[in-house]
């Protein structure tokens, strides 16, 4: 299994950035997006069932970020708006082929390499 981030780049507040995540053809239970900005541990940001029907977003994000997936090419994307200086990160999709929607890292598996996120004032 692998995973590919990317979609990230400069952005100034107010903007928006679409992040995706390819993955080499494999489907999974559920999938995610997390961010680690310097200095901090990584954290969550949004999940979703591989069958779509269970969300789940960080209160940060709840209202600006909206997790997808493409049914043809398996692809999950992270639709970022209103982006603010705060959400300056490096952001990192992540997967796993059994368990319940969750925003542990512990419960991903497999993770793309990260693509940054930079949101200018």
């Known amino acids: 299994v692998q995973l590919q981030a990317f979609g990230g780049g400069v952005v100034q507040a107010g903007g928006s950035l679409r992040l995706s995540c390819a993955n080499s053809g494999s489907t999974f239970s559920k999938v995610g997006w997390f961010r680690q900005a310097p200095g901090k541990e990584r954290e969550f940001v949004a999940a979703?069932?591989?069958?779509?029907?269970?969300?789940k977003y960080a209160d940060a994000v709840k209202g600006r970020f909206r997790i997808s997936r493409d049914n043809i090419n398996l692809a999950v994307y992270l639709q970022m708006n209103s982006l603010k200086p705060e959400d300056t990160a490096v952001y990192f999709c992540a997967a796993n082929q059994w368990g319940l929607v969750s925003d542990k890292t512990s419960d991903y598996s497999y993770w793309g390499q990260g693509t940054q996120v930079t949101v200018s004032s």
């Open positions: 979703m069932s591989w069958r779509g029907d269970r969300l």
